[in-house]
């Protein structure tokens, strides 16, 4: 599990495509400290597993799930990528529940600069709206931020100075995609509500009973 508090910006070595995936070598700069094989790292947003270390760069192997899920099928070497490792039990709890398994690509329509300060304008893929509510978390490119408004299929979010400096996002230009994880516990109440209240178009005797009542 994450936070969606970004430790560093990392760099892609290499990105080399492999039968059923892709082999990811990304520079962890000091994120690497404690760091070794099986531990799981959010790179970009996305939760990967760390295959080899070697110094500070960890070698991953990327699915093609996630290659086809998210933006790493684009990644290239030199890119800068936001790194987080795994949450310890002992850790202070800074952002929301992350779990680093992407919902979809976006892709940034508009950037309002503010001082110090940036509002981002994110559309987003359809299936994807109903998870995101005004002042809900979400997760974009692993940064936990708060949805300040929605307008027809893309919101907004507000970055302080603070997060533009520690992370890739000082660099983002409109049109560039962007990873989107919605917050896991408004989708389980939102399965849970499903279940409870049913579309009133295939509410029936039957459902109604096994509901209890």
Sequence with gaps: MFTGIIETVGKIV??????????????????????????????????????????????????????????????RPGQV???ERAMSANARFGGHVVQGHIDGVGKITAIRKQGDFAVFAIELPAQVLDEIVVKGSVALDG??????????????????????????????????????????????????????????TSLTEEKLRDMGF
């Design 14 to 75: 290499s990105a080399s495509p492999k039968p059923g995936g892709m082999t990811l070598t990304v520079q962890l700069g000091p994120a690497a400290e404690g760091v070794k094989a099986g531990d799981s790292i959010a790179v970009n947003g996305v939760c990967l597993t760390v295959v080899e270390l070697a110094g500070s760069s960890a070698r991953f192997d990327v699915s093609a799930e996630s290659l086809s899920k998210t933006t790493l099928k684009n990644c």
């Design 81 to 83: 990528v936001n790194i």
């Design 143 to 200: 940064i936990s931020l708060t949805v300040a408004s929605i307008t027809g299929n893309a919101f907004t979010v507000a970055l302080i100075p603070e997060t533009l400096s520690r992370t890739t996002w000082k660099q983002s230009r409109i049109g560039d995609a962007v990873n989107i994880e919605t917050d896991i516990l408004l989708k389980a109440v939102q399965k849970q509500h499903s279940k409870i209240q049913p579309d009133k």
